[in-house]
Structure formats: C-alpha cells, structure tokens
C-alpha cells in the first residue's frame, strides 16, 4: 500500500532463543483504525513495542511515509509522529496528573521556568474531551486505574501524533468511559490520524476498527476489513479452532450464606453497603468507575479503614486486618495486578504460592519446598495454559494476560471459601476467558461463594444470577432474573434512563 503512514516489513524478533515474531508485514494507511488481535502471548504488544521504539527488531524493516526509518529508542519514533499508550502503565505514582502528562516535554514560560499554569490548563482540556472529571493537580498514586488508563491516552494526545497506538486501553474502563473514548477516536480519525487498537473484546474491534490483523504464534495468519468478519470468525482464526459456548450453564445457590456485609462505610469511598452472598453463588458487584466497587472489596480485604461488620461463615472479622481475612478463608484477586496483585521481578511460581506460603514451608517457619512450589505452578499453567519459558521465568517477561492469568492463580492458591474477584478477565483472551469462566463456575459448584467486580457486562450477564449496583459509593439496587439486562444495570449504575440526557 503506497498512501500507508507506517509499514512494518519482514519484522523478526527473538528474546534468547524464543522467536516471538515471525516476518510480519503490515501497514497502516492514513486515518485508518486497524484492530490488532490475537491469543495472549502471540506477539501484540512486542510488534507495536517495535514500532514505538522501546524494542529494536532483529531483522525486517519500519517505514514511514515511504522512509525507511530506524529506531534506538521511544524519542525516535516519537519524533516521527508515533504515540503509544501502553498495556502496562508507564506513571510515575509521586507526580500529579498534569506533570505525567507532560513528562519530558514540559511547557516553559519565556523566562524559561516550567510553565505550572500552561501544563494544568492544557491536561484538563484533554481530561474534558475525554469526558471525565479527574483533578490534573492529583497524585497518580490516589487514581483507580481506569483514571490512571485515562491519564496514559491523555499523555498520548499531549503532543501531535500521526500514529497513535493503543495497546488493550478498554481494559479497565466501563461502558459510558469506552463510549467516550470511541468518540474521541472517531474525532482524531477525522483529522487523519491513524490508529492501532489493540484489544480481546472483539465486540468493541468490530465497531471501532476499520480493518483487522490477526496474529497467530507471531505470524501474521489473517487480514481483512472489519465488514468481512463476525467476532466468531475472528475467535476462531486467532486460536486457530472453533470455540463452543463461552459461558457454562449456572449451579444453583446453596442456602447457606457465607459472606455478610453490614452497614460497611470507609470515608470517601462508600457508605452503607451490604450484601449476602451465599455459598455456590456467583453474584455480580456493578457500577461505574469509582462507584466504589474496587474499595469494598477492599475493606473486606482489611486493606482499607472502615467501619461495619463483615461476616464470614458465620465469624464476624475484625476490620483492617488483611492476615484475619485470608485466614477466614478470602481469597482475593485485586484489579490492578501492578499495584498490589503480584509481584513482576518474582517467578511465576513464586507469585502463584505468594498468598499462601505457608503451606509451602518444609514445617514451621522451615524453608520453601521448591519442588512442591513448582508442581502446583505446573498444575496452575495447565489449567489456565499460562505461556511463559518455564514456571522460573520473571513475571516482567510475560505477555499482559498471561501476568493476569498468574495473578488469578495466586488468589486462587490457598483453596478460599469465599473468592473476590475483581475484573478477573482482563487482557485475557477468548480461549483463556472461557477457562476462567469455567473454573470460576466449577469452584461455585464446590460450594464457594464469588463475588465478582467487572466492568465488562456481558460478562457479569453471562455468569451472574444476581447483581448489587452501586453509584457514587453507595449500593443502589439488585437485580435478578427478568430484570437483569443490560439496559437495567446500567439505569441503575448512571441513574439515567436510555434516551435521557444527563
Ligand atoms: N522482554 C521479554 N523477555 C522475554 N520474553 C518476552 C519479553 N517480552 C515479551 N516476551 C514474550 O514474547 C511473547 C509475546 O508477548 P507479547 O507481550 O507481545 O504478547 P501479546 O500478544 O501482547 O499478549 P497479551 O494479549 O497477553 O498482551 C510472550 O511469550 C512473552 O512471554
Ligand atoms: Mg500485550
């Protein structure tokens, strides 16, 4: 393609022996959105990491506009127009909104001082065309992470991209904040920029993307226009087999309740919730980024202060202790597996055992029995088919939903009674998705009560008998049966009905 802004040709790439790409070809024109799909580990983040210039290729060549170009490091593809907002964030946690965004590339009064006014007026414009309310004088470190996504693709539009590449950027976004990021695309598409859309929710490729690139492996095994595939055919071609039903058939609830939430309130988070959840029972907690979803979760956790009572199988816990927690039986999976989920620069099978040490010691306190830490890291890799070297290798090193798949592993590990989930298919992709699901639907019918956070609502619809809605740190409403649609969660969780404006 001559008009193409960028075209990557032949890209090879191997870390130690491992070939992660394959001589993949593919450009991408001007104004045009190009899904990039494919299994975890196939190659993604590494081609565009490639094209960014954090990676250099071991052969092949980059174009753009026509010239060939080499690039050593990030500032060189930035140079050439190229933005990238990566799977992982890039923040610094101690510096406010406004500074991350213009990190590096500061403005400057004339008398040559950072320009402090400038820098905050500029973020929030970026901030309201993005449609949300984040403070540009906050610290990163106070931000949930969809606000910390937000703050990356900000970063991304701070300066004049040609190309801007988004890797997975819906992850952890809800409904209303994806709408207004489709808008914002669809308006820089506009004005010609191009685009790369990273992402596994194949419903959201369909309607954003123009065209879409398939990787299998590391090689390129299809390309076509969006018009030309349905989210079914591109399942099927990126794990190279047909998928049957994603979500198994529910068990019923069992009778006996084996978490309790009383009048929980942590301040500035949420106040009055509660809940039962009952044994054998998958029950949906849904709302919009900062209902305070991710904070209930971890009061029960003993991670944040707050008063009420929790209860679990039938003892009631003693708050803000996370040890009494975990010993009660709470397993827990934390949406930010960077923050607080695992640990990158641990193996993979030394973060899988994390939460439940212990139980790996040769006797009290005695040293870690290795062989038994790697034995239950092989039975984990199997059942999710998490894709790393060996259970040795350094989580850093893994592909995003592959870290996500160890990290569920870990909450799973010390066998809970009562498991919280919160977005637990994040950057995971279909086939791995319906192992999830299904593992997650084999522990209810064991008689383990789940509560699971997500943002995505086919998901809560397609595993959830029941739904707590919460708005704005408080708990507006449940729904089950008839009622439980899409339209109905999210009146609750905006407070707007279809058609009605805010
Ligand atoms: N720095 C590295 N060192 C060693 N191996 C790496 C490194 N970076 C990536 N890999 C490996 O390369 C393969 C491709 O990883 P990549 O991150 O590109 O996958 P991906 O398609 O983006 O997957 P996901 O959907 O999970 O994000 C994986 O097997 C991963 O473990
Ligand atoms: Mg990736």
């Known amino acids: 393609m001559d008009d193409a802004f960028a075209r990557l040709e032949n890209i090879e790439k191997s870390f130690s022996t491992v070939a992660v790409l394959k001589k993949v070809t593919i450009g991408i024109g001007r104004g045009e959105i190009i899904g990039l799909i494919g299994e975890n580990g196939a190659g993604k983040s590494t081609l565009m990491k490639i094209l960014s210039g954090i990676h250099e290729p071991n052969s092949g060549r980059i174009l753009i506009e026509g010239r060939e170009r080499r690039f050593r490091r990030p500032a060189d593809a930035k140079a050439a127009g190229i933005a990238i907002v990566p799977q992982e964030f ?10 991350n965004v213009f990190l590096g590339a500061e403005p400057l009064t004339r008398a040559g001082f950072l ?10 414009e970026l901030l309201a065309e993005l449609g949300v309310r984040i403070d540009p004088d906050e610290r990163i470190s106070r931000l949930s992470a969809a606000q910390k996504q937000i703050v990356e693709i900000c970063k991304a539009l701070a300066f004049d991209a040609r190309l801007l590449i988004l890797d997975e950027p819906t992850t952890v976004l809800t409904p209303v904040e994806i709408a207004s990021l489709f808008a914002l695309m669809r308006a820089v598409k506009a004005k010609g920029m191009s685009m790369v859309y990273i992402s596994h929710k194949l419903g959201e490729v369909m309607e954003i993307c123009d065209r879409v690139a398939i990787l299998r492996d590391g090689e390129l095994v299809h390309e076509a226009p969006t018009s030309a595939l349905s989210p079914a055919g591109m399942a099927s071609r990126m794990v190279g087999r047909e998928l049957s039903e994603i979500y198994p058939e529910p068990a019923p609830a069992r ?4 978490l309790k939430i009383e009048g929980l309130s942590s301040p500035g988070a949420f106040s009055g919730v509660g809940l039962e959840l009952r044994a054998g029972e998958v029950l949906g907690l849904a709302g919009l980024v900062g209902a305070g979803r991710t904070e209930v979760a971890e009061a029960v956790m003993g991670l944040r202060p707050a008063t009420g009572r929790v209860v679990v199988g039938g003892a009631e816990l003693r708050l803000g ?5 975990i010993a009660a039986g709470v397993g ?6 960077q923050g607080s989920g695992v640990l990158v620069a641990f193996s993979v099978a030394e973060n899988e055992t994390l939460a439940s040490l212990p139980a790996y010691a040769r006797g009290l306190f005695g ?3 290795r062989r038994r830490e790697r034995e239950a890291a092989e039975k984990w890799a199997r059942l999710f088919s998490i894709k790393a070297a060996s259970s040795e290798q350094r989580l850093e090193h893994l592909s995003g939903g592959n870290q996500q798949k160890v990290s569920l592993a870990k909450s799973l590990d010390p066998a809970p009674r009562v498991l919280i989930v919160d977005e637990p298919t994040r950057g995971v992709d279909v086939g791995a998705k319906r192992e999830i699901y299904r593992l997650l639907r084999d522990l209810a019918a064991e008689g383990i009560a789940i509560l699971l956070i997500s943002s995505e609502l086919e998901e809560v619809l397609g595993m959830c008998g029941r739904v707590v809605v919460m708005r704005e740190g408080r708990s507006v409403g449940e729904l089950a049966g008839a009622e439980l649609t899409e339209e109905g969660i999210m ?6 009905k279809e058609g009605e404006s805010a």
Do not use: H, K, W
């Open 90 to 99: 890039n923040l610094c946690p101690q510096l406010s909104v406004a500074e």
């Open 115 to 124: 320009d402090g006014a400038a820098m905050r007026a500029r973020a929030s």
């Open 255 to 258: 009778d006996e309740v084996l």
């Open 321 to 325: 202790r996370p040890r009494e927690a």
């Open 332 to 337: 827990y999976l934390s949406e930010d597996r």
């Open 367 to 369: 040293p870690i029995d």
């Open 491 to 496: 009146f609750l969780a905006t407070g707007i």
